[in-house]
Each structure stands twice: as C-alpha cells, then as structure tokens.
C-alpha cells in the first residue's frame, strides 16, 4: 500500500539509510533536512517517488512551509518519521550552554514542530502513523550525556503520550538505538573526549540496522502496531 512519509533529518546517518531502505518501495518519500545537495544526492539514488525540501525544523516557518507543500503535491501525510536529531558529550560541570539549548531546540523543539504541523494530517489518514526514533539514552542516562539523555526522554514521553492519546487515530512508534556507526558524534567539540567517542561509536551497528527496524514498523498491518524497539550492539 502506498503511503506518503515524511522523513527528517535526510541527509546523513540514519535518515540517509532509512531513504535508501525505501528504494524500489510504493511509497512516496519526502525527504527533510538543511543539506539540500546530500539530499539530492540521496535521491538520485533509489528508485521510488520522493520529493526534497530543504528544513530546519527549528524554524517554525520552514516546517509548515514544508508541510504545506507536501499536501499540495500530494494531498496528505501517512507516515511521519521524527529522525532529525544533536548530541554534544561533555561533563555536565563542563557544558556549553549553548550546546545544551540546541540539543532542546533541535531534538525536543524541532519534533514538536513538525509533529504539531502533521497531526491533523496524520488524524486523516487511514494509516497515519508517527515514528520517533529517539536512543537507549531515553531509558538510562550516561556520564558525559544527562542533557542529551534529558531530550531523549523527552521524545519518549511524547510518544507516549500520542500513543495514549491518539491510538485511535495513529500509531506511535518509538525506536531507540544504541551507538550506531555515524558522524553523529563528530559534533561533539570536547576534544579531549572526542577519539574515545569515535573509536566507541566506531563499533555501533550500521545506520542500515536502524533503517531496517523503521521500516519493519512501517509494514506492519493496519491493526498492528509497534510500539517501542530498542536496538543495541550485539557481540562481534
């Protein structure tokens, strides 16, 4: 069945693999991000309808810009999956405060952005569903990580709250990965921290494990849901 998704955070990591999982799928895929030519790029590579729009979902404009757009095209929204995502690491005595207001803006604010943009879309949708992939940080905080582990909690309990609010309207889905080989943590600016993080994340699981687990929640029949999914590293 064909569904219209709306994936953030397209250009890279996990958001990149989930665009190329859904190569040669029925569905329509629009892809979310700042990077414009890494999405392009990413399109011209699989081989199902998709659509680009440049998008930080941390400008309010942008998002409902997107949005609307997206409804123009296609005339609804099924699948919303909340991937875009920050993480800085650094003892907490040590923190930049303005690293710590952009992981709120980006993984906190930015999802409710969009999520607020495409709930009454996803409300008139026969297969609405939301996909929020969050991280084993939302179940257990580590050292070097309580703000980033904050925001991940926070996405959790906003899923489940969509889930106990609108299970009669959507599906709610929450994944949560453990180190996953990206460069996610190329952002971090602690130097001192930085190789041991590289060579820690090094090991995850590949970004296409993540991307696979997406898309099992995605085929699943209409009167089944998955609500949660939590995936770490296995031993090698």
């Known amino acids: 069945m064909k569904k219209v998704i709306v994936l953030t955070g397209a250009s890279s990591g996990i958001g990149a693999a989930t665009a190329k999982a859904l190569s040669n799928s029925p569905h329509v895929l629009v892809m979310l991000a700042r990077d414009v030519e890494k999405m392009k790029a990413i399109a011209s590579e699989i081989d199902c309808i998709s659509l680009v729009i440049k998008t930080d979902v941390t400008k309010v404009e942008e998002v409902n810009t997107a949005i609307e757009t997206v409804v123009e095209k296609f005339g609804g929204i099924d699948v919303l999956i909340n991937n875009a995502g920050i993480g800085y690491f650094d003892p907490i005595d040590e923190g930049k405060l303005d690293e710590w207001h952009t992981m709120v803006d980006v993984n906190i604010k930015g999802l409710l952005n969009i999520t607020h943009a495409c709930i009454p879309l996803l409300k008139k949708s026969e297969n609405g569903h939301v996909i929020n992939v969050t991280s084993v940080a939302a179940h257990q905080v580590f050292p070097n990580s309580a703000v980033y582990s904050a925001t991940k909690h926070a996405v959790l309990a906003i899923s489940k709250g969509l889930h106990q609010?609108?299970?009669?309207?959507?599906?709610?889905?929450?994944?949560?990965?453990?180190?996953?080989?990206?460069?996610?943590?190329?952002?971090?600016?602690?130097?001192?921290?930085?190789?041991?993080?590289?060579?820690?994340?090094?090991?995850?699981?590949?970004?296409?494990?993540?991307?696979?687990?997406?898309i099992y929640a995605i085929e699943q029949p209409k009167n089944v849901t998955i609500s949660e999914i939590i995936v770490r590293p296995g031993r090698s």
């Open 165 to 214: 609010e609108l299970q009669k309207d959507l599906k709610v889905t929450s994944i949560s990965p453990g180190a996953v080989n990206t460069a996610f943590v190329d952002q971090t600016t602690n130097q001192e921290m930085i190789s041991d993080l590289k060579a820690y994340f090094a090991k995850g699981m590949h970004p296409d494990t993540i991307a696979q687990q997406i």
